[in-house]
C-alpha cells in the first residue's frame, strides 16, 4: 500500500489507488506494473467468493490483471474460494528476515566502490539505474515506478565507482511497526559480481539499526542469487507465499 500511497502523492493525476478489505488491502498502481496486489486476505476470518469477486472487480475495472498474495497463515477458506473463482498459480515468493542487534556492526566498505545515500540531484539517475537493470528495453517506462523512494529516504542507497553511479538499492523503514524492508537493488550487469548487493545489504542493516528497527524483512523468489546474499547476511525463511491471478474477461 506504501508504493501506491507514494505514486500518488508523487503523481496526484496517476490512476493508484488502494482500499482496506478482507483483513489487508488491495493496491493498484498502474497496468502492467509489478507492484500491486491484493495482501493479507484471509488474516481477520473467512473469506467468501463474493469477497474475491469483490478482489477481481477492483482490478478489472483499471484493465488488470486481479492479483492476490496468498499466506500459508490466511483462512483456508481464502484458498477455497480463489480456487472456484478459477485464479491460478503465477509465481512463490520467500519472505525472509532478521533481528536486528543494537551491538552489531555492520560493514559496507568495498575497495574503489563508494557506498552512500542518494542524494536529492542524483535521484533522477538512481531511477534510471534501478530500471535499466530491472527492465532493460521498457526501463523508460518504469523509472517513475522508483521516483517515490529516491530521495529523503535513508534506504535509498547508491553505489559509485569513479564518481559514476553503477547500481542501487531501496527499502522503507517502518518505525510503527519496528521494521525495516529492503527491496529493490540492482546492479549494472558490467559491474556485478564486485560484492556491491551484499554491501548494500550491510549499509542497509546498519540504517536500520540506527533508526532503531529491529526487525528486518526482505522478499525474493526462490533459489535466487538474492536469496543467497540474504542468507549469508543473516536473514532465514519466515514463510514462502503464492501469488495467484486471473486475467480480465
Known amino acids: 500500500m506504501a508504493t501506491a500511497q507514494a505514486v500518488k502523492a508523487a503523481q496526484p493525476d496517476s490512476a493508484a489507488t488502494w482500499e482496506e478489505f478482507g483483513g489487508g488491502h488491495l493496491v493498484f498502481v498502474a497496468k502492467d506494473y509489478p507492484v500491486g496486489r491484493a495482501h493479507g486476505l ?4 473467512k473469506v ?15 484493465g488488470a490483471a486481479a492479483q ?3 499466506s500459508p497463515y490466511a483462512d483456508s477458506s481464502l484458498f477455497e474460494a480463489l480456487n472456484r473463482r478459477g485464479f491460478q498459480v503465477a509465481e512463490f515468493n520467500q519472505t525472509l528476515a532478521r533481528r536486528i542487534s543494537p551491538q552489531e556492526q555492520f560493514s559496507a566498505q568495498l575497495k574503489g566502490i563508494e557506498i552512500r545515500a542518494v542524494r536529492p540531484e542524483e535521484a533522477g539517475t538512481w531511477c534510471k539505474v534501478l530500471a535499466q537493470v530491472f527492465f532493460a528495453e521498457n526501463a523508460a517506462r518504469y523509472e517513475s515506478m522508483f521516483a517515490p523512494w529516491a530521495s529523503k529516504n535513508p534506504l535509498a542507497l547508491a553505489a559509485f565507482s569513479s564518481e559514476q553511479m553503477i547500481a542501487g538499492a531501496g527499502g522503507l523503514l517502518v518505525p510503527k511497526h ?4 529492503f527491496f529493490g537493488a540492482a546492479t549494472l550487469p558490467q559491474f ?3 560484492g556491491i548487493q551484499a554491501a548494500f545489504m550491510q549499509e542497509r542493516l546498519r540504517v536500520a539499526e540506527q533508526a532503531g528497527n529491529g526487525l528486518a524483512v526482505t522478499l525474493t523468489l526462490p533459489g535466487t542469487a538474492w536469496q543467497r546474499n540474504a542468507e549469508r547476511a543473516g536473514f532465514r525463511t519466515a514463510y514462502t507465499k503464492v501469488v495467484v491471478i486471473k486475467a480480465p474477461n
Open 48 to 62: 467468501t467468493d463474493q469477497d474475491i469477486e469483490h478482489v477481481e472487480q477492483f482490478y478489472f475495472r483499471h
Open 68 to 70: 492476490v498474495d496468498v
Open 178 to 181: 519496528d521494521v525495516a524492508a
Open 42 to 45: 484471509g488474516f481477520s476470518g
Open 192 to 194: 556485478q559480481g564486485r
